[in-house]
């Protein structure tokens, strides 16, 4: 039982967002990731009584909260169990920061890994980040099922990620020579990952050679990626993005907002566009170097209703 440390202490978790190849990654295909600036905080303070107790207390989704309600109880308790902290412990954390929660962004994986920061300052534990990393992915379990680790890997390392899942998981930072703008646009449906995964799985066992092609596509597309990226090809990472986006659509985990903010954001300049994340809803992202462009395509697609974020892969 932990019972040592400070009276508060406090951690973060970065949101995410893919730029390729989620849904593959479950399948051992290369993906990239990029952190974002926005940023999920865990407090951990000392109580009198009434055991664990969990305040949540970010920005969110109408919806968002309450449809992730038992998959947080379910992280969070995974999360006590591997750091082996006493459920009886007298402690209130309070999650806050300015990481707006939605579907698509990582924020149960900034959430995981806020709170894994937290408790080991709390408790004075000396994890290191790969430890953290450890912690996260067992609570990204309550929210997942069987994550990839790819959501962990970003919120807790920061900056732009090869991840390739594996016995042993190859992380490598990708170099880019300049941060480039993205607008991510909130379809603000609330999706289930855990669904949108089983449904690829499904389908990829009713139609191995179809899926086989499509998932060689997708593993060839992450290596040229890569290579655009680091080699600064702005223009062929857009394309790639929207090839990466008929996949997506391929194994049907894209949905009709998803598609129409994606067709927004090229309409207004966007160098690409894909959906971003599990699917079904939640997150598109649009590839818009420059300010400028930024907020054209920002615009466009605020001017239909939804909520987007500026921010910046590569940074
Ligand atoms: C969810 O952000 C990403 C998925 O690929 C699931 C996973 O990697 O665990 C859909």
Redesign the pocket.
Known sequence: MMTRGDDVAEGKGYG?C?LFN??F??YDIP?IVSAIGDYTLATVERTDSGGVRLIDDRPATPGYKEGKLEHQKDSLQRILDHMEIDPDENIKITLGGTLYCAS?V?ASAASCTAIARALNQFFDMGLDDDQINEVAYEG?KGY?G??????NAASTYGGLIWFVRGDEDTFEPVDMKKPVEIVMGNTGKVAN?KA??AGVKERKEKYPERYEEIFQDARQLAHDAREALEANDIQKVGDLMDVNHSLLQDIEVSDEDLDMLVETARSAGALGAKMT???LGGYMVALTPGEELQEKVAKAIEDKGFRVLRTKIGV
Do not use: L, Q, R, Y
Request: hydrophobic share 25%; charged share 15%; aromatic share 0%.
């Open positions: 995410k893919i989620e849904h990654v479950v993906s698509g990582g990204e997942h069987t994550p990839s680790g790819v959501d990952t949108a995964v994340g599990g699917g």
